[in-house]
């Protein structure tokens, strides 16, 4: 692909030296609808990131557009805090009956703010409260979101760094294969927890990602993640799963955690669940832990009513004959079959592929190879970012919509940026 150069001075002069995303994918991008993206100059480029999980349904999804056009041309109710309005009961109703009715799942909803990162902060005060304690158990690698009490249950160095004070009330603990199965399932982790001596103030809770998508895709077993909820009940903790990436369908079922059979005490979702990347996070709990005082945890945006007529209209769409999943798994199975073919392309030492659903990892043993690879697929008209540690994984977020062909066209790009970049 031919690019000209884009004029990128009014940003470089006047934005934050702080964004990421533009500098890996240096053009002005102008349009996007379903899979593909388009800068200002025409150029397509196939989406593997999806708003990082935020457009589970595409770019501009036209079923969720004509909703959202139809509710504002009405004059529909744009700002309500917290206000009863005919959006949100219409989101509530559908949440009920489309997604936790039909899973037997008591869940209060709480609209804590428009980000992962409220969510989060608002299941942690929530467990603290409940317990009366102050500790939190999280994982390695794990990635819960930007602000402090986040940033405490957030592994990446780099990233709790930039908070600039510390970090504290959190432990990590290893997560599933961490040790390369060397060590059996918790056994530091329940050790701890019954000596007296090891100094590990008694959590209020423990959170996780079935799936770490930011740590490198790292795929938790269904038999680990019951065994971390039976570790929980036992020793008197909440379990709060993460969901805001890989929630909303992107690894198969609606919730993440379905596939373990588990019903965690408290579940953040944030992501796709307006499906038009209109910002909007959830909290979810078990009624038994909806002590909250009226006002105790508030937010201006936290009622996003554009983002609650599309959020029903996502899932009325998608998600109400339960095809959505079918369609998810045997488009995974498709991303495996290629990953497959191209680690056994290039049978590097330390080249491996993990996933579930639409979420992939590529890892390679050089951190550098994995960047390189990322910016070939660029050049060639495709979207994908890099995660884990040391950056060393690809990583495809396709939109759970995207078509088979569109499908094919994406992995066989990727296969020859690998191609070309090792």
């Known amino acids: 692909m031919t690019l000209t150069q884009p004029d990128l001075s009014v940003f470089e002069t006047l934005e934050s030296e702080v964004r990421s995303y533009c500098r890996s994918w240096p053009v002005v991008f102008d349009r996007a609808q379903g899979s593909r993206m388009f800068d200002e100059d025409g150029h397509g480029y196939l989406d593997f990131f999806a708003g990082a999980g935020s457009l589970n349904y595409g770019h501009n999804n036209p ?12 004059d529909g109710v744009t700002h309500g805090l917290d206000m009863s309005t005919t959006a949100k009961r219409a989101f509530l109703e559908s949440f009920h009956s489309i997604v936790l009715h039909p899973r037997d799942l008591p869940y209060k909803v709480m609209f804590p703010g428009p980000t992962g990162t409220n969510a989060v902060e608002a299941a942690l005060k929530l467990a603290r409260k409940v317990k009366g304690r102050e500790s939190i158990v999280s994982f390695t690698n794990a990635f819960h979101g930007m602000t402090l009490g986040s940033l405490a249950v957030t592994g990446n160095a780099f990233k709790r760094a930039g908070a600039g004070i510390p970090l504290v009330h959190g432990t990590p603990m290893p997560f599933d294969n961490y040790l390369n199965g060397r060590t059996p399932d918790f056994l530091w982790f329940e050790r701890l927890l019954e000596d007296q001596g090891s100094g590990l103030n008694r959590p209020a809770a423990v ?14 077993r269904a038999e680990w993640l019951r065994a ?28 993440s955690f379905e596939e373990a059979g588990i019903v965690p005490d ?46 029903a209209a996502a899932l009325s769409t998608y998600w ?16 495996h079959s290629h990953l497959r073919a191209i680690v056994a392309e290039h049978p590097h030492p330390g080249t491996k592929y993990r996933g579930r659903g639409l979420v992939w990892g590529l ?31 690809v990583k495809l977020l396709p939109a759970l919509t995207i078509t088979p062909d569109e499908l094919d066209d994406g992995l066989r790009t990727l296969a020859r940026a690998v191609r070309e970049c090792t």
Not at 228 to 255: K, N, S, W, Y
Not at 298 to 311: D, I, K, L, Q, S
Not at 325 to 331: A, V
Request: hydrophobic share 40%; glycine share 12%; proline share 4%.
């Open 320 to 335: 109400a004959d339960g095809q959505m999943e079918k369609q998810t798994l045997s488009r995974g199975e498709v991303v």
């Open 266 to 311: 408290i579940v953040t979702v944030s992501k796709s669940i307006s499906g038009y990347g209109l910002p909007m996070a959830l909290t979810l709990f078990k009624p038994e832990l909806d002590i909250w005082e009226p006002g105790e945890h508030n937010g201006t945006f936290r009622g996003n009513n554009p983002a609650f007529v599309t959020g």
């Open 363 to 393: 890892e390679f043993a050089d951190p550098t190879l994995a960047g390189r690879i990322a910016k070939r697929a660029f050049a060639l008209g495709l979207l994908v970012e890099t995660s884990g540690p040391r950056d060393e994984v």
């Open 63 to 74: 079923v969720l557009k004509r909703a959202l056009l139809g509710y504002l041309e009405r």
């Open 228 to 255: 971390l909820a039976d570790l929980c009940e036992r020793h008197d903790m909440l379990l709060i799963v993460d969901d805001i990436q890989m929630g909303c369908g992107r690894t198969g079922a609606f919730f």
């Open 207 to 220: 959170i996780v990602e079935t799936i770490q998508g930011e740590g490198g895709v790292n795929v938790a």
